[in-house]
């Protein structure tokens, strides 16, 4: 969900936990911008989706977080949470069924600094592209997963999001 023009939350797990958290988070943003008439920060938004999930931590929610935005200097960050709202800084990460597959892939490959044959880029295509390829091989090893991939692309500009197939059977 696009939390604000530099934020967004993707949100894996059980699908009623899912639609009723996103719910509840979108509902608690939207008073806390029309009260303060000001936007959350990417490390404000981090430790508000952290309480929230750790106020039900006795009757959690089953969904898995990645929350991604732009931070004050205009640089990505990342935040992946649990169920319990635990939560830590990351370079790059997945939640879901190709966890297992696609973040070993991304653990071992410096995104920011490096494609798949080592070269130095910041060529922000080389990079989709590279991520396209991780999740297409996920793909064709779980049968489970899903046919498709969705990215989103955080710039200064706005938010780009681009539908890919990955697997049409």
Known sequence: IKISSSILLATSGMQADLLAFQHKIKENINDYQVKDEKSFSISNCSFFLSSVLYSKRF??????????????????????????????RSQGNCKGKG???VQN??????????????????QLSDHVALLKNYFLK???????????????????KGILVENNTLRAD
């Open 59 to 88: 009757f959690p929610f089953f969904t898995f977080n990645l929350l991604s935005g732009l931070d004050e200097k205009g640089e990505g960050v990342n935040f992946s949470f649990d169920a319990i709202g635990s939560f830590e």
């Open 99 to 101: 966890e297992q597959l």
């Open 105 to 122: 892939l991304l653990d071992g490959q410096d995104l920011i600094n490096q494609n798949e044959f080592g070269k130095k880029t910041q």
């Open 138 to 156: 996920a793909v064709q090893r779980g049968i489970t997963l899903g046919d498709g991939l969705q990215v989103f692309i955080l710039t200064k």
